[in-house]
């Protein structure tokens, strides 16, 4: 190792060479090319349209065990409120149970059986609402008009000498059970987060091609038959895609402003700059993968090994904090992890290199230790 | 150059696993010189190639590749030589100029527009730069990467098998450029299957196993050979073959259109066996024996010692 960088510099003719080639190839390559843009689109559209955050006309089922005026307004205003479609009556909280597990309605309401009788008495009953939480992104606006309506709804029937129970806070306690996902994800992290996904998906699986198809096409024994070294090599290959990255970061920014009016309220130019850490990350990850892989084959396999963890354990699809320690762990070693705190910080809460520092740091790593392995591997010789 | 020689490497060796694919092989090759590297498939000739130019670390062998440490200088030697692969291994996706360009880039030529122009220009394909290589017949492939591995200038051709698939009268163009560059103070080690092909090398080396059996001129390495041939001519001479193909000394009966070439080592034990059948209508007349016949019985010889 010392020996070949001791005889053989970088020179930036070759690395030249090299980039020039990636890019003439990358343009002839339609599939390729309509893939590094074409996929993030699609997805774009499918999670950002088809995911709909604030969804109203939720099926519900009612078991109202006290049947009394305060129940009967109560379920008026659950209707007015245009989130809650009362599709179902219940009458048991087996029955209740069942709905809810046989995906019947996404929301229960429970009112207790002494409701009026406590609410008359000013000790504050339960107001049971449970939710089919597996979509959270469907709970929580729905969860928050509930606690509205305690107030306004139940206000108007303590008239007279009941005027007393009204109060800043509701007269009854609203318990809200949510089953299956103790925690909601906000609808805005979908597509920042997105920006992450997507990267990581085609950045890995592109350059995890790149070494591999030389050796099937044997075009790599021409390559090292010259005098170009590794880094040249590897760089040079990084290069042209940290282009295609852009690209798509650009497309993903523009379509979170005005297609899905995601409040970008930080810095984008930090983030732009921020961001090529994160490709050159996922590139390194991509170029070492392909040094490792017998053929391309091998290659995709362990693109999708490695992106699978990251799609699941980053906190795109489930909350970070609600994973075990272990779990958290991993996702800690991923660079997506990472890259989500930073673009969701930057784009939604605004902020600034200090805030994002610690999450920048670990991807730095990151790729200091995953070009490190990938030079390492990288083979001059074809044994 | 330290060295009269071009090439001048001893006891190099290279197993894959615990097969030993080369073995020992000594080879000397003076500047200007074309040398033909001959032997059956299999027998380890790429394999020396890609240890000559650094693609294979070798497992034993020292000496000097061009004036440097083959094994510790490949770096260098790798801006001095070049080497065209037995597979095609320009990018098909790249156009005829692009992969000339990609090259001269690479090895950092001072004039590279200039260079490249000059290649296309003797390739003859200045109208059809733009063409994909790709898309390239099989003998204009050999053409373009003859041109690709020129175009830095080098000092030493590595040449494995540029002329498979290519038509006789593209062969003879082929060789007759490789002959000017040789002229000029290039040297050039390629590998072929051709016999006409080796006898327009100056000197030629034979292995088999990874073994080096023979080298030297042509006129040499069939005197080494040490066969003797006989050429039959007339009729039913098939019928002839059968007779004699086991007799003691008997080693090789090739037949060609029209005669039979019999040949053997032990030239006494051959004449003996063939003696009662000298009485036929048919013609016999002792000549030199061809080149092939001598690469044959030495890879015979050599699969009795070594495999
Ligand atoms: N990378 C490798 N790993 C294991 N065995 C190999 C490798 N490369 C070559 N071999 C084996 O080494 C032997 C010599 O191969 P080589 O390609 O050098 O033969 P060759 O003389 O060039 O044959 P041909 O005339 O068919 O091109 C073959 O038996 C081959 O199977
Ligand atoms: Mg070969």
Redesign the interface.
């Known amino acids: 190792m010392v020996?070949?960088i001791g005889?053989?510099s970088f020179?930036f003719?070759?690395f030249?060479?090299i980039v020039?080639?990636e890019f003439?190839?990358m343009r002839?390559?339609r599939l390729t090319f309509g893939m590094m843009i074409g996929v993030p689109m699609i997805q774009l559209i499918l999670f950002g349209y088809a995911i709909n955050s604030n969804p109203k006309h939720l099926p519900t089922a009612v078991f109202a065990a006290d049947n009394s005026p305060f129940s009967r307004t109560l379920i008026w205003g659950l209707q007015n409120s245009s989130y809650f479609d009362l599709t179902r009556e219940a009458h048991s909280v087996a029955e209740i149970n069942t709905m809810l597990a046989e995906n019947k309605v996404q929301f229960a309401v429970t009112i207790p059986v002494d409701f009026s009788r406590k609410l008359l008495r000013g000790e504050k009953p339960n107001l049971l609402l449970e939710a089919d939480a597996t979509d959270p992104s469907a709970v929580g606006f729905a969860t928050a008009a509930v606690s509205q309506l305690a107030t306004t709804v139940i206000n108007r029937d303590l008239i007279g000498p009941l005027t007393k129970l009204r109060a800043s806070a509701p007269p009854f306690n609203i318990v809200s059970h949510q089953h299956y996902n103790p925690e909601s994800i906000s609808q805005y992290n979908i597509v920042p987060g997105l920006m992450g996904v997507m990267l990581t998906m085609t950045m890995i699986m592109i350059t995890g091609l790149a070494i591999t198809r030389e050796r099937e096409?044997?075009?790599?024994?021409?390559l090292?038959?010259?005098?170009?070294h590794p880094a040249e090599v590897i760089i040079g290959k990084i290069v042209p895609y940290i282009f295609v990255g852009y690209v798509q970061v650009t497309l993903i920014l523009l379509a979170a402003k005005f297609l899905f009016n995601v409040p970008i309220i930080g810095n984008v130019p930090l983030l732009l700059a921020l961001v090529l850490l994160f490709i050159v990350a996922n590139l390194t990850v991509g170029i070492t993968f392909s040094t490792i892989a017998k053929n391309q084959l091998q290659a995709m396999q362990m693109a999708f090994f490695f992106f699978l963890p990251s799609l699941l354990l980053s906190g795109y699809m489930f909350p970070f904090r609600g994973m075990p320690v272990w779990a958290q762990n991993i996702g800690e070693c991923l660079p997506l992890t990472h890259f989500l705190r930073i673009v969701r910080g930057i784009l939604l809460k605004g902020n600034g290199i200090n805030e994002v520092a610690p999450d920048l740091w670990p991807i730095a790593l990151f790729v200091a230790i995953m070009l490190a392995i990938g030079i390492k591997r990288y083979r001059?010789?074809?044994? | 150059m330290s060295s009269a020689f071009a090439i001048d490497v001893r006891g190099v060796t290279k197993k894959f696993g615990t097969r030993t694919v080369v073995n020992n092989i000594a080879m000397q090759v003076r500047p200007g010189e074309i040398y033909g590297f001959l032997g059956p498939n299999g027998s380890g000739k790429t394999t020396f190639l890609?240890m000559l130019?650094?693609?294979?670390?070798p497992d034993g062998g020292e000496g000097k590749c061009l004036g440097l440490d083959f094994r510790?200088?490949s770096?260098?030697i790798?801006?001095r030589?070049g080497?065209m692969?037995q597979?095609?291994?320009?990018?098909?996706?790249?156009s005829i100029e692009?992969n000339l360009?990609?090259?001269a880039?690479?090895?950092?030529m001072p004039n590279r527009k200039a260079a490249v122009q000059k290649s296309l220009e003797r390739l003859g394909m200045v109208e059809r730069r733009k063409q994909l290589a790709g898309a390239l017949s099989g003998g204009w492939k050999q053409r373009l990467a003859l041109a690709a591995c020129l175009i830095h200038e080098p000092q030493l051709l590595l040449l494995d098998e540029p002329t498979a698939g290519v038509d006789p009268k593209a062969r003879r163009e082929f060789w007759d450029e490789i002959h000017q560059l040789a002229a000029g103070g290039l040297t050039v080690l390629i590998t072929t299957h051709y016999m006409d092909e080796a006898s327009r090398c100056h000197r030629l080396a034979y292995i088999a196993y990874g073994n080096l059996l023979a080298h030297g001129t042509v006129a040499e390495v069939v005197k080494f050979g040490g066969l003797t041939t006989w050429e039959i001519s007339g009729d039913n001479l098939a019928a002839l073959a059968d007779k004699i193909r086991k007799l003691p000394g008997v080693e090789q009966v090739v037949a060609f259109g029209t005669a039979l070439h019999v040949s053997g080592r032990d030239e006494k034990k051959l004449s003996a066996s063939l003696a009662p059948f000298m009485t036929g209508s048919q013609r016999w007349e002792k000549i030199e024996a061809g080149l092939e016949d001598v690469f044959i019985s030495l890879m015979e010889t050599a699969k009795d010692n070594y495999a």
């Open positions: 020996q070949f005889n053989m020179t003719h070759r030249f060479a020039m080639k003439i190839q002839r390559d096409r044997g075009t790599m024994e021409n090292l038959s010259t005098p170009v001059q010789t074809l044994d | 890609r130019c650094g693609l294979l670390t510790r200088e770096p260098e790798k801006k030589v080497y692969t597979k095609f291994s320009f990018y098909e996706d790249l692009e360009e990609f090259i880039r690479l090895y950092g």
